[in-house]
């Protein structure tokens, strides 16, 4: 089963008319992972795991409810109806299909091969009248395929539809185990795919290696983004990378890294002293000149940011302003 269009280009758009009276809607998928569409359920009376039967751009398919019926308000635009629930033998016509569909695949890769496309094909849906078969593939750039729709649809006696989709949605179809050892999050559970950024692994303190962040398709691994704001958060109560702090123990330095997961700062005391991790509860979140300045001494401060300090002014003048900063 595959991702729900609509028949047609007049279908897709949406009706401004509004829908008097109490219909009610449901949500159906067309394939594992796949989106959630809205169906208006008309006088059946559905629940999450019927199967049923609706139209899509690529023709009558099955569908599983997966939520719903609610009540539509007024206001919502004009949706698809579902056509009936689906009987034994449709769901025998769609595991015939399954057949045709690798048949198909089949087929179509000797083509590929025979007629030296720079394509690479990925999936085959047929709907369950065989109405249509719509061909998946990849590629780096713009393919001819007039001459392979030619040779499909002879073989074949229907509608040929040929999609060209990018690498995400490759690795969402062929599926896989990810770096964690479990299956691909695409192929599981991820309807729609969301931007994952660079900053959310640096927000994360991860290594910047791309064999260690990037998935099967090479692009960012999506997990990404699943705890991004929980680390954003949990981050405003450590000190920051770079600054200076000191420790409940007296021990002063700079924060190298932090570790969110265990709660605990790695200071580097400087002057070969080595580095130290401290839990975050024994970390006093001071910057260690303002810390010693409230004891009423420079000791510790390091030189180059005294004569920094006492560079400034001539005379009078930096005398006045080294106490103030």
Known sequence: MEE???????????DPTPIKGREKKVWLVFCRAGKLRPYRCGSLDLKPGDTVVAVTEKGPELGLVVK??????????????????????????????????????????????ERGLPMKLVDVRCALDKSKVVFYFSADGRVDFRALVKDLAKRFRARIEMRQIGIRDEA???????????EVCCTQFIREFEPVSIRMAKDQYLILNPSKISGLCGRLMCCLCFEHETYREASTRFPKVGERVITQDGHDG????????????????GNARGQLSVPLCQVMGRDLEKAQKEEGGDKGVPAKRRGKRRGRGIGKDRDKEAPGR
């Open 68 to 113: 719903g019926p609610v009540e539509m308000r007024d206001i919502e635009p004009r949706i698809p109806a579902i056509e009936r629930i689906a009987t034994q033998e449709d769901k025998d016509q769609w595991i015939e299909n399954q057949r045709l569909a690798k048949e198909a695949f089949l087929f179509c890769e000797e083509k590929i091969v």
């Open 254 to 269: 700079e924060v190298v890294s932090i570790n969110i997961i265990e709660e605990k700062v790695l200071i580097s005391l």
């Open 4 to 14: 729900p269009g609509i028949m047609n280009r007049d279908m897709m758009k949406e």
């Open 172 to 182: 969402k179809k062929l599926g896989g185990l990810g770096p964690c050892g479990k």
